[in-house]
Every structure is written in C-alpha cells, then in structure tokens.
C-alpha cells in the first residue's frame, strides 16, 4: 500500500516546470524517499535507477569525464534499459556513496535529455577515512534543487489511518475562526495525535500499524530502526568519532525527560565538554537524525541574529523512535493521557518540534534571564512564542514574553480546547500542524 506523502505534490511541480534542475532529495533513512520516487516514476514512460549502495559497478560512470554521451551509454550498458531523451527520469539512489554523480548535475542539466532526481541520507557528514571519505569534485551550485523529506507528518499519519482533508474540515475552521471544537471532536483528535506520539511517522511503522493495529510490533520496528541508525553510525562515522556520535545520540532521550531539556554534554559524559562532542551533535543534525533547536535570547524579527550557539536542544527525527526509547508501559500511558512526569514533557516537545520543522519552521527556543518558552516562530503577524503544556499550569513565561508590545500574540498548546485571553491563545496541540510561516493566526469570528 503506497502512503500518500507531502513530497508528492513537490514532485509533481517539480515535473510541471519547464526549467526545472536535478533534484536532490535529502532526509534520514527509511523516511520513505526512494518509495516516494517510485511511485512519482510510475508518470514517466521510461525509469532507470542507480543505486549506489547496492550496485559497486556504477561508480565507475561518474569516475572519468562528465561527458552526457559516455554516461548515457555506460548506465544502458550496466543497467540494460534504453535511456529515451525526453521521456526517462534517472534516480541516482544513495547517492552519497558516489559524490562525483551529483557533480555530473550541471553536465546533465544543460543537456537535458533526461530529468534527474537523486536520493541521499547521509550528505555532508563527515565520512570514515578511505573510499568514503571522498568529496565531490565541485557541488553543482546552482545547478540542482534540494529538498528534505521527513518520516510522516501527523497530517500525512492521519490521511494514512483514513482521516482525509474532509475529516479536518471541522477542526481547521474551529483553528481559523478560533472558535471551540466539539467535545467529542476535540478527544478524537487528542486520541489521534498521542496515537501519533506512540506510532511515529516512518513509513514501515505507520503501514504495519494501519494493516494490524498491534503496538508491539510498532514497539519492534521502532527498535529495529533505532539499531539500523546505531549500525549507520558505526558504518559511516570515522572510526575515532563513533563512541562519540553514539553516546550523544543515546544520551537525547534521557536529556529529554529532565526538567531542563537543553543538551549538556556533561549528560553524555562526565565531565564531557563542547570540544569533544560539538562534532558529533553537527554528525547527527546533518545526518538528519536529529533536529537542532537554537537558543534566542531577543524575540524580535530576525531570530537567527540572536542566537546564542552555546544553548541548544537536540530532538529526535521521529517521535515514536523517541517514545520507543521509553518502553511499552510508557507508551501506554502516554496513549490513554495517563503518563506523568518529564518524559511525558519532552515526547510532547519532541511531538511539537517535528510538527513546526515538517511545516516549515526552524526549530528555535526562547530564554532570558527572566523566562524560557519552548518555541518562537517567524510568521506572517510578526514573532511568535509557542509554550507547549503537557499538562494544565500556569503560563507565567508566555505572559512575560507577550507583554511585550512588539510581540502579536503567544500561543499555548494543551491538551485542552480553543480559547483567546487577551494576547495569549490556546489552542489544542493538534492544531500545530495547521501553524506555517505563511500564515496569519489574527483571525476574528467575522472573518
């Protein structure tokens, strides 16, 4: 069963514009990327794909000059398939085992014979010294269109469970004319989205689930998948680097359940320092297995110039790969609203996180010496602090934060229902995936 994703559509404008360039689609592994090409190929009369990681032959293709006509006839030598100008799209999977083939993307975007898309996981990470630690000979600046692809977000998980746009209908008007929800319409969807918690978003999880329903067979994807991440580390990171890359990667979860959830490399390693282990934080975040969250200590236009490097957050790619680290009886409780404590505050931050990246955000948090909020966004109305509550309390930071007149309005996701008090929104944390830098969330029940 194909899930339908996000990508889709990208793709498809991607195939409409007539002076469209290679594409190169970045994301972790098994987030569904070269499943998603595969389907996108299924509109052209003719596909070819490479594969790197599998097939050492084709290396040797890019090894030599860039020259469009030896290529060409080297890939329907190996691959015995006819290339046809105009009607083949060629994708170059794992193409971070072969540099030098996204190199040829300027060669290949000037001659035009084929559309290109290739595929990588692991691009720009410091490689294991020898045959992988080679770079390409040039980046093709210019000459390519990147792209990230994340495991499912909670709208492509709904859509995958049978919940289509006509089923958030109700919801999404109650966000746009900030209007309550329905009781039984607003559990439903709390229900749904700690379900999304529990199950996560990478594909192999979410199809299983949705074909039997069984949660311990999430439970046993989800730790294979955290092994597969483990294995990729020992296999691509260099061999000095591993026990690093490793323990910060390990170390994420047990940060996350502390009441201050900003990464200390003492929590990795007594005594760890900024020196030893910044390497490896940058090894994760570019590998895409873990998303960075940046520190800004003013909430004025243009977040990224007050940053301040030496505070961060480290959050998993994947929810459930997070909540998977817990355990079954975790998850339990997370699913029936029954989990206490702090690791049910940093799965919902990690929940809220991968909503707002998916949606278009970077990823940043607030704190001054006076308060600290788990997230400020950049959008359309001006600078936005998100507070998200795990549970019901006070909101004293967002208060402080929006007294500001510079500030529009806050917002404080719960696990509650849609309210407007002054300056400050509440809004249920579903309602994060309708949040987009685009958007404007002043809307009056006029309007």
């Not at 020898?130 to 770079?135: A, N, P, S």
């Not at 490793?246 to 390693?269: G, M, Q, S």
């Not at 948090?365 to 998100?386: A, I, L, Q, S």
Request: glycine letters at 8%.
């Amino acid at each position: 069963m194909y899930i339908s994703r996000n990508i889709d559509s990208a793709l498809l404008e991607w195939k409409n514009d007539p002076f469209r360039k290679p594409m190169l689609l970045r994301g972790a592994r098994q987030t569904g990327k070269t499943t998603a090409v595969r389907h996108f190929a299924e509109q052209f009369p003719s596909f070819v794909e490479l594969n790197f990681e599998k097939d050492g032959r084709l290396h040797g293709i890019f090894e030599d000059d860039l020259d469009v006509r030896r290529i060409i006839r080297q890939i329907e030598g190996i691959m015995r398939k006819k290339v046809e100008p105009g009607k083949t799209l060629l994708f170059l999977d794992e193409i971070q085992d072969c540099p030098n083939a996204r190199t040829a993307f300027k060669p290949l975007a000037l001659d035009g014979t084929f559309d290109v898309i290739a595929s990588g996981s692991l691009l720009g990470i410091k490689y294991k010294k020898g045959k992988l630690r080679k770079l390409p000979r040039s980046v093709p600046v210019g000459f390519e269109r990147q792209v990230t692809m994340y495991s499912l977000s909670f709208e492509e998980y709904l859509e995958a469970r049978g919940f289509g746009p006509e089923s958030l209908a109700l919801v999404r008007n109650s966000f746009t004319r900030r209007e309550i929800v329905p009781d039984a319409v607003n559990e439903r969807f709390h229900r749904l989205l700690r379900e999304y918690a529990v199950v996560g978003g990478m594909p192999a999880v979410v199809d299983a689930f949705v074909e039997r329903g069984h949660y311990g067979e999430v439970q046993t994807l989800q730790e294979s998948l955290v092994a597969d991440y483990i294995a990729d580390i020992h296999k691509y990171a260099d061999k000095t680097d591993i026990p690093k890359v490793e323990n910060c990667f390990r170390a994420i979860p047990r940060i996350l359940a502390k009441e201050n959830r900003k990464f200390k490399y003492a929590e990795v390693e007594d005594h760890g320092t900024a020196r030893k282990y910044l390497s490896s934080v940058e090894w994760l975040k570019d590998a895409k297995l873990a998303t960075l969250a940046e520190c800004v200590n003013v909430a004025l236009p243009g977040l990224s110039g007050y940053v301040k490097e030496e505070w961060f957050k480290l959050y998993l790619s994947d929810v459930g790969l997070l909540a998977s680290t817990y355990g079954m009886l975790a998850k339990r409780e997370l699913l029936s609203g029954e989990l206490k404590g702090n690791v049910k505050g940093g799965v919902y931050e990690n929940l809220i996180a991968g909503m707002l990246e998916r949606n278009g955000f970077p990823i940043r948090y607030f704190r001054n010496d006076d308060c600290e909020v788990e997230f400020v966004v950049e959008t359309e109305d001006g600078v936005v602090p998100v507070e998200v509550k795990s549970s019901s309390g006070r909101t004293r930071s967002l208060d402080k934060i929006v007294a500001d007149d510079a500030i529009p309005y806050g917002i404080k996701l719960t696990g509650g229902n849609v309210g407007v008090a002054g300056k400050r929104m509440t809004l249920p944390h579903y309602m994060a995936m309708f949040l987009h830098p685009a958007n404007s969330c002043i809307k009056t029940n006029d309007e």
